[in-house]
């Protein structure tokens, strides 16, 4: 299923279900079939969003430099390892959330409002 964000200043995202769903867990929004993102709602969603992202972002610093500290990773294996040769390695947070976020700074700046519609709930 996909949910399609439209903001009232900036244009649209599609995103998968299973990671709207993800995002507005985050911003503790209903994952209902439709619904709205006001401008009051923006800066706290946003903020949410980030700090969620920057949350992230140093657990994987601080998993990645435990990691060498303790000879666990060797530089070698990773270029080795067949996923990173493929270039399948996982989407983080950031990824996934940095495109709403920055609809979500636009529509701000803009005093406006996205509203988003899916097949139903998800």
């Known amino acids: 299923m996909l949910v399609k964000l439209?903001?009232?200043?900036?244009?649209?995202?599609?995103?998968f279900a299973k990671d709207a769903h993800q995002l507005f867990?985050?911003?503790?929004?209903?994952?209902?079939?439709?619904?709205?993102?006001?401008?009051?709602?923006?800066?706290?969603?946003r903020a949410k969003l980030q700090h969620a992202v920057d949350e992230e972002k140093s657990a994987l610093r601080e998993a990645e430099?435990?990691?060498r500290e303790g000879g666990v990773v060797d530089e070698h294996e990773t270029e080795n390892d067949e996923?990173?040769?493929?270039?399948?390695?996982?989407?983080?947070?950031?990824?996934?959330?940095?495109?709403?976020?920055h609809m979500m700074e636009l529509t701000q700046k803009?005093?406006?409002?996205?509203?988003?519609e899916a097949p139903g709930d998800f």
């Open 6 to 15: 439209t903001s009232s200043a900036s244009g649209e995202i599609i995103m």
């Open 25 to 45: 867990e985050i911003i503790g929004k209903e994952r209902t079939a439709r619904g709205v993102f006001t401008k009051e709602q923006l800066p706290e969603a």
């Open 65 to 67: 430099r435990k990691a």
């Open 83 to 101: 996923d990173h040769k493929s270039g399948r390695v996982g989407i983080n947070l950031g990824q996934r959330a940095h495109p709403l976020i």
């Open 110 to 116: 803009e005093e406006g409002f996205i509203v988003w």
